[in-house]
């Protein structure tokens, strides 16, 4: 089992940038594919970006392309999402989650184990 606490959230203004962080507890964190989801008021969590156990492997969701970057230190046990040239639209409560098995999967439902989420705001 994993514990997930997110945290780097917080107001930026369009444009601007944050890096969010997602520590993982226990010593089996390099076993777990990671992955950010988002969630806006209103509207249904969505799939951010993922990552292998290695980090070798990454994916994106395209309205995130080439803005963000995941990474991850298996030392430190954490997972990070580098998010730049922010806009509006990408206000929401994001999510770090862990999946044992599904390497890079966008379904929500593969992922055994969530953070609570940390807010992102961007204003225009």
């Known amino acids: 089992q994993v514990q997930l606490l997110e945290s780097g959230g917080g107001l930026v203004q369009a444009g601007g940038s944050l890096r969010l962080s997602c520590a993982a507890s226990?010593?089996?964190?390099?076993?777990?594919?990671m992955a950010w989801f988002r969630q806006a008021p209103g509207k249904e969590r969505e799939f951010v970006a993922a990552?292998?156990?290695?980090?070798?492997?990454?994916s994106y969701a395209d309205s995130v392309k080439g803005r963000f970057a995941i990474s991850r230190d298996n030392v430190k046990n954490t997972v990070y999402l580098e998010m730049n040239s922010l806009k509006p639209e990408d206000t929401a409560h994001y999510y770090c989650?862990?999946?044992?098995?599904?390497?890079?999967?966008?379904?929500?439902?593969?992922?055994?184990?969530w953070g609570q989420g940390t807010q992102v705001t961007v204003s225009s």
């Open positions: 989650a862990a999946a044992p098995e599904a390497v890079l999967a966008r379904d929500g439902w593969r992922y055994d184990y």
């Open positions: 226990g010593r089996t964190f390099s076993t777990y594919h």
């Open positions: 990552i292998s156990r290695s980090g070798a492997m990454t």
